[in-house]
């Protein structure tokens, strides 16, 4: 089975390398960055989505946004002009879920069946080939791709209907971002009234208020490591997903409103590209003092 690969950014480069070496043929391309590293390690190398496509069984995309996935899989050049009847597209990339059902009929369309798949886990989980997976979509796609994901994802979860995954998606990173701004304002606190933060950690981590969140964000807080991860920027495309969706099915989001007004206002401080966890920084001016060990 030959696997189209479109976009090769932080995560799509690790993927593909988890592709490969679980044997499968490979055929990268991406509109701005290069791919000789992967052509060096088997992959062959396409001019354009649409040629990718049509030298595929199975396409991969993992683009930044809901724009960059209809250009790619529905623009000039794009997938649907190389892609035939009874293929299966595949996007990864975290967008609205409204884009992925309009995708997704366009591509019905045309007799080819399409999944929407998005991750969590970041680059570390990627490069280990450890993401958790979530599906929208029919079964039976499902069931086809569904080897090809447990090559990139130790968690592959089929959730619902097309625009599902996304949805699920947005789901967790509302909860991601509220998680570190609760992890932010408590350590502040702590910090501000002289307790030593690590050892606030150590000391709650373990109880009901630990998380997967805190374990991996209050190491970099405490060591001022603020390195990307995941950038600010991307969680702010995200919300905004999020929060357009909500406003469309008439769900009130605000907590989700008042997290994205802390991370506009670390955007206007300079800190789009930082890693999420320097939402901490936020607090930390609030309350002029810095949680560090
Ligand atoms: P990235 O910006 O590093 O990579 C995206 C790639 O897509 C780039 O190389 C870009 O050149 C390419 N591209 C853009 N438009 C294109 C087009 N029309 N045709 C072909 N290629 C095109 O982004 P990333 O960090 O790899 O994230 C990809 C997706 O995964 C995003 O939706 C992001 O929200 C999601 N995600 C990222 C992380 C993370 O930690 N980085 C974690 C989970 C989910």
Redesign the pocket.
């Known amino acids: 089975m030959t696997i189209g690969f479109?976009?090769?950014?932080?995560?799509?480069r690790p993927m593909v390398k988890n592709l490969i070496k679980a044997g499968y043929q490979l055929v990268v391309?991406?509109?701005?960055?290069g791919f000789d590293d992967l052509v060096a390690l088997g992959a062959c190398g396409a001019s354009s989505?649409k040629e990718a496509a049509s030298k595929s069984d199975v396409v991969i995309t993992?683009?930044?946004?809901s724009p960059?996935v209809k250009?790619?899989v529905l623009g000039a050049g794009g997938i649907v002009e190389g892609i035939s009847a009874g293929k299966i597209v595949v996007d990864?990339?975290?967008?609205a879920p409204a884009v992925s059902q309009e995708v997704g009929e366009a591509l019905k369309a045309k007799g080819v069946a399409f999944l929407d798949a998005?991750?969590?886990?970041?680059?570390p989980k990627a490069i280990d080939g450890t993401l958790a997976i979530m599906v929208g979509g029919d079964q039976q796609t499902f069931d086809t791709v569904k080897p090809i994901l447990e090559k990139m994802g130790s968690s592959v979860v089929l959730v619902g209907d097309i625009g599902a995954g996304n949805v699920t998606k947005l789901a967790n990173q509302i909860v991601v971002a509220l998680n570190i701004a609760a992890v932010s304002e408590a350590f502040v606190l702590a910090a501000k009234a002289g307790v030593e933060p690590a050892k606030v950690f150590d000391a709650i981590k373990g109880g009901l208020a630990g998380s997967t969140v805190m374990n991996a964000k209050v190491p970099m807080i405490l060591g001022g490591n603020f390195k990307p991860?995941?950038r600010i920027e991307?969680h702010i495309?995200?919300l905004q997903n999020a929060l357009d969706t909500g406003h469309n099915l008439n769900v009130p989001l605000p907590l989700t409103a008042n997290i994205m007004e802390t991370l506009q206002s670390l955007k206007v401080d300079g800190l789009a590209a930082s890693d999420h966890s320097a939402i901490v920084r936020y607090y930390e001016k609030l309350a002029g003092i810095e949680v560090r060990s």
């Open positions: 479109i976009g090769l950014g932080i995560m799509g391309y991406d509109k701005f960055a989505n993992m683009l930044p946004n960059h250009e790619a990864m990339s975290s967008i998005p991750v969590s886990g970041g680059e991860g995941f991307l495309k995200d």
